[in-house]
């Protein structure tokens, strides 16, 4: 008679030489489960042994809250959002209770003391949230600023010569067409000059004039601009200004300093000539 070897496990005995069924079939539904997550080809017969566990969706079948396409496009929004600038799933909380916080301030009656002390509580949890918001968005743009400036200060650099060399040949090129028409309005001068001396000469002798006039050749006005292969240039006359006497500037040119009349104004000065000044209630909250 053939000794059938024993063994033990949470189920009980079972034959060594078999193992135990409910073993076997709690490690081929591990498995099985792994294969449909991932996606990976299965049987018929495997299936069978998770027919408890399992569900259809557009997808196919699949373990019971486990389609790995269904979960994809639940994620998928999130996902989206969280790709916009400067926001993450912390700052989606804060907006969400922020819109929370606004159905109840449109909703909201104050009637009694209490009413008061709940819309004091909401400011006071409106405020962390305006400074919680406020942090992170300067999380994200103190980089970017930090970045901009760098950038800056790189390009300034970078452009210097550039801008010299333009700075400098804008220069010259003006001078040389000042030149010119300086030249040529001492050339007008000097003839009408002659021409000048040539009339009172005629005039003190009865209209005769000893020597002829001789005018000097005046050049041509100066083009207006020079064109080549590379490209044009041309002179243009821009308006330029500058305050010689600020009392004689009329009024609607001239702007109120509204940051400077707000700062001595909160310090408490009294009165300015021409501003109203006044007081106005105003909620001021403590978050704690």
């Given at each position: ?15 060594l030489s ?45 373990i ?13 929004p999130?996902?989206?959002?969280s ?24 909703a ?19 405020s ?8 992170k ?50 050339q ?64 609607e040119?001239?702007?109120?300093d ?31």
């Amino acid at each position: 008679m053939e000794i059938k070897k024993m063994g033990t496990c949470k189920h009980g005995k079972f034959e060594l030489s078999e193992g135990c069924p409910q073993c076997v079939s709690e490690r081929l539904a591990g498995e099985l489960k792994a294969k449909v997550v991932e996606d990976k080809p299965h049987t018929t017969e495997e299936l069978s042994l998770l027919a408890e566990d399992m569900s259809q969706c557009e997808h196919g079948l699949f373990i019971v809250n486990m389609c790995p396409d269904c979960i994809k496009e639940e994620q998928q929004p999130e996902t989206a959002i969280s790709l916009r600038p400067g926001e993450d799933v912390e700052v989606r909380d804060y907006y969400h209770e922020g819109v929370r916080l606004l159905d109840y301030a449109n909703a909201r009656v104050i009637a009694t003391l209490e009413d008061n002390k709940v819309a004091n509580d909401d400011l006071s949890v409106i405020s962390k949230l305006k400074k919680a918001m406020e942090a992170k968005k300067k999380d994200y743009l103190s980089p970017l600023k930090e970045q901009m400036d760098a950038i800056r200060v790189t390009y300034d650099s970078l452009m210097g010569p550039v801008l010299e060399a333009d700075r400098i040949t804008r220069e010259k090129m003006l001078a040389w067409d000042n030149e010119q028409r300086r030249i040529r309005a001492e050339q007008e001068e000097i003839n009408r000059l002659r021409l000048e001396a040539a009339q009172k000469e005629a005039a003190l002798n009865d209209g005769e004039i000893t020597e002829s006039v001789n005018l000097v050749e005046v050049m041509p006005e100066p083009a207006k601009s020079v064109s080549t292969e590379m490209g044009s240039s041309g002179i243009a006359q821009v308006k330029k200004w500058e305050v010689e006497n600020l009392e004689l500037v009329p009024r609607e040119y001239l702007i109120i300093d509204s940051a400077k009349i707000g700062k001595v104004v909160r310090a408490g000065i009294p009165s300015i000539p021409g501003i109203r000044i006044w007081s106005e209630s105003s909620i001021r909250n403590t978050a704690r």
